[in-house]
């Protein structure tokens, strides 16, 4: 596995030259033929591809990753160029930038923000033409701050134009959600196909109250990118869209009143008595018992 722990080592690899220590627009296209291999990235990357050229892997699922298509990566993600050891000839653009030029900047304290860069398999985004334009006026500022000489104004002006292409990006995969609607309502019927089978089998009772990251797992997406596309199908979180179905469960089964609330409490995934009356209390503004006889 390749480890690029630096911009430079990045920059030496695609024959590009390092202009700055903690940022660089690299232009893939003049990178010699290079092998496929895995790698670790130790910065932020941003890369959009103009050509199909091989397929990336994060994990055990594959990127929707075809021209004209952008994947981010956050530090520390280990991702594989496929197939292995083949030569190919890299095209496409690059902006990778060290967290430490966020350091003091409002931008550090939001990156959490933009959880693309925790999106995995199928979740690339897809630019219009216009898009695309957009995107390459944003990369142009920030090289051309970077070939300047670094005065103290340097740092905010590359961080300043870094933030509106994250915002720009932000807004290309609101409008992703979109277009891609189709897609997004199949994911939404098998998450509550899925969220109703768990609340009616001994799951429940055996595993407890599912949690968004089971889901996620189930559908094989990156835990960011579903609880993105609940929110943008649904109007709620992922959280509360299963709190929801949970709760109108307990609605339904406190009906059935020659079960005892302990019996049901349990059924229902509470390991405790006392911490189900403290949840449905949070919930209703009353006890259990109290909905019960209101019945």
Excluded: W
């Excluded at 990251?213 to 869209?241: I, P, Q, R, W």
């Amino acid at each position: 596995m390749i480890s690029y722990d630096t911009i430079r080592k990045y920059n030496e690899t695609f024959n590009n030259p390092t202009l700055h220590p903690l940022i660089s627009i690299v232009d893939l296209n003049k990178s010699n033929l290079i092998r496929r291999s895995k790698f670790l990235l130790n910065f932020y990357a941003i890369i959009i591809k103009d050509s199909k050229c091989g397929d990336l892997r994060y994990g055990l699922k594959y990127y929707d990753y075809d021209e004209g298509t952008v994947v981010f990566f956050a530090p520390e993600q280990i991702v594989t160029n496929e197939p292995e050891g083949e030569l190919h000839q890299p095209y496409g653009m690059a902006l990778i930038f060290h967290r430490d030029i966020l350091k003091g900047t409002s931008l550090a304290k939001q990156m959490n923000d933009y959880s693309f860069f925790s999106y995995k398999s199928n979740e690339a985004l897809h630019l219009s033409e216009k898009e695309r334009e957009t995107v390459n006026i944003c990369f142009s500022n920030i090289e051309a701050e970077i070939k300047q000489n670094i005065d103290k104004h340097s740092k905010k002006i590359i961080v300043a134009n870094l933030e509106l292409l994250l915002k720009y990006f932000q807004r290309f995969y609101d409008r992703q959600f979109i277009t891609r609607e189709n897609v997004g309502h199949s994911i939404i019927e098998q998450f509550n196909e899925m969220l109703i089978n768990y609340l009616s089998s001994e799951k429940l009772q055996k595993i407890g109250i599912p949690s968004v990251a089971y889901f996620a797992d189930e559908l094989s997406l990156s835990h960011n990118y579903f609880g993105d596309l609940v929110k943008k199908e649904t109007g709620k979180t992922a959280l509360e869209y299963i709190q929801l179905k949970h709760l109108d469960l307990i609605k339904e089964r406190l009906f059935e009143k020659d079960r005892s609330i302990s019996e049901i409490a349990c059924e229902l995934g509470f390991k405790y008595p006392q911490h189900f009356t403290r949840y449905f209390k949070q919930k209703f503004g009353m006890t259990p018992h109290e909905y019960r006889n209101l019945n």
